[in-house]
């Protein structure tokens, strides 16, 4: 990621693609600019299909449960 926010939601009654559209919406106002990368917990997507979701979605267990890393990925 070249570079990105950490956004927290441990909110129970909300899915994880509502998580990621809340963490998108304040990205864009924030830096102007639309993610394209999401990195999460294997945990949080387990129960849940992502495939609405406005980004790719990675997972990686070094992310905190609860928490959403967003931003910009680098390009290859």
């Known amino acids: 990621m ?3 926010m950490l956004w927290f ?3 129970p009654k909300t899915g994880l693609s509502k998580k990621i559209h809340r963490a998108v919406q304040y ?3 924030k830096y102007g ?3 394209n990368l999401c990195t999460v917990h294997p945990k949080m997507v ?3 299909s992502i495939e609405d979701a406005e980004l790719k979605v990675e997972t990686s267990e070094t992310i905190l449960l609860h928490h959403l890393w967003i931003g910009i990925a680098r390009e290859k």
Request: no cysteine; hydrophobic share 5%; aromatic share 6%.
């Open 2 to 4: 070249v570079s990105g």
């Open 33 to 35: 600019q639309t993610p």
């Open 27 to 29: 990205y864009q106002e």
């Open 9 to 11: 939601d441990n909110d």
């Open 46 to 48: 387990e129960k849940e």
